[in-house]
């Protein structure tokens, strides 16, 4: 393994960003890797910097790396920015430059945690999903616009569309996450409605035959937003739309319950010398009211390097241990603020840590 570099970027970010990856960083440290690490500005903090939320020099250097820890952005200070200024447009000017498609939403719900579920502990007990939701096309991206009907009324408009290569690639990622999974695969649309809705069942269809492994099901949205709250348990890889799975993923959320333990991955089709290069960032923000005090849960962004390691590293060993680890620091009771509990910041690392 020795001789190898895995080069990660870190881009810490805004207000709990650096404290939340700092540990991220320890417990990869512990894994005895060929790991280096490569800063970067991001954010608010880039902004104060440099004037930009995402500098040249940051692009760069994400360019030069196999993966991207990305921690929070977010930062009060720029809320009178124009847009394009924001914090929030490094995160979406990196997905776009480094053609981040597929965001990977993983869903469960560790052993002795079930009641922070607002859903009934014994249906919430069953949830270990993965949400792969496009990022990149469907009605966000489609022609939009404001026009005046013939009769005088205003009437806005956006347009859904799929291409077949959008819809393949995203199906691809579908399975191949099915395949280092449970092998389930549920493809989530609207086909008995909307055109691309059939497009999309049909590419699904067809790449399912290279994934002879892989158990593929359908459903229509509208059932699986309900499914997903009666019996979570039935899902392990569900893949969409970005409409559909931008509600998906939120909803699940809420089933598992604290932010501070939900994971995420954006995905495209560069291929690293390890695995797939992608980007990794805990679901919440850059929580600014708990910013500085040490007591922000790391587990969300560590569970995120377990996922690095999982999809752009080739590390599933690696990644499995520290979810093992995680999941028993949970179970032992040790407990961030956003669960009830009172660890801090650091002594949630050192207890994973202690636990690797
Ligand atoms: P953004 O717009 O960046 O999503 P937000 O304000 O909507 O920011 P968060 O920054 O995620 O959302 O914060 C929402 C709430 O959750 C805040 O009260 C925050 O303190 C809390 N929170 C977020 N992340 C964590 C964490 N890792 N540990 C503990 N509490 C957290
Ligand atoms: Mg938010």
Same mark, same amino acid.
């Given at each position: ?15 709990? &960003? ?41 692009? @760069? =250097? ?10 929070? !952005?977010?930062?009060?200070?720029? @809320?009178?920015?124009?847009? *394009? ?7 979406? &000017? ?20 079930? *009641? ?41 408009? @956006? ?27 549920? #493809?989530?649309?609207?086909?008995? !409605? ?20 892989? =158990?593929? #099901? ?12 009666? $019996? ?6 569900? !893949?969409?739309? $970005? ?45 600014? @009211? ?31 241990? !520290? ?17 009830? &509990? #009172?660890?801090? =910041? ?11």
């Amino acid at each position: 393994m020795k001789g190898f570099d895995m080069k990660i970027a870190v881009f810490a970010g805004d207000g709990i &960003g650096p404290e939340v990856t700092g540990e991220a960083l320890r417990i990869l440290d512990a894994l005895d890797l060929p790991l280096s690490y490569h800063e970067g500005d991001v954010g608010g903090a880039a902004y104060k910097k440099h004037g930009h939320p995402l500098p040249q020099a940051t692009l @760069d =250097t994400a360019k030069a790396c196999d993966a991207i820890l990305f921690g929070a !952005v977010g930062d009060f200070d720029c @809320d009178h920015l124009s847009r *394009d200024l924001r914090p929030e447009q490094a995160i979406l &000017g990196l997905r776009s430059a480094n053609g981040l498609f597929a965001n990977l939403r993983p869903a469960r719900v560790f052993p002795g945690l079930e *009641d922070t579920s607002a859903l009934k502990p014994e249906i919430a007990a069953a949830i270990d999903l993965l949400i792969v939701r496009e990022l990149n096309g469907d009605v966000y991206f489609g022609e939009k616009g404001m026009r005046t009907t013939a009769d005088g009324l205003r009437e806005g408009y @956006d347009v859904m569309s799929y291409d077949e290569s959008e819809v393949r690639r995203i199906a691809i990622a579908g399975f191949e996450a099915a395949k280092k999974r449970r092998g389930l695969l549920c #493809s989530v649309d609207k086909a008995n !409605v909307l055109e691309t809705s059939q497009l999309w069942r049909d590419v699904v269809i067809e790449v399912s035959a290279d994934y002879p492994d892989v =158990t593929l #099901s359908h459903m229509y949205v509208d059932n699986a937003a309900m499914q997903l709250v009666k $019996n979570p348990g039935q899902f392990d890889v569900v !893949v969409t739309g $970005n409409l559909f799975g931008d509600i998906l993923s939120d909803q699940a959320s809420m089933c598992v319950g604290s932010i501070g333990l939900l994971a995420s991955a954006s995905l495209g089709e560069r291929k690293t010398e390890f695995g797939t290069f992608g980007l990794y960032e805990p679901i919440h923000g850059s929580a600014p @009211d708990i910013a500085g005090k040490g007591i922000a849960n790391p587990m969300a962004t560590i569970l995120s390097a377990a996922e690095l390691l999982r999809h752009s590293l080739g590390q599933e060993e690696q990644a499995a241990r !520290v979810e093992a680890a995680v999941a028993k620091t949970l179970a032992d009771g040790i407990l961030g603020g956003d669960l009830g &509990g #009172s660890a801090g =910041t650091r002594e949630i690392g050192d207890a994973v840590l202690a636990r690797l």
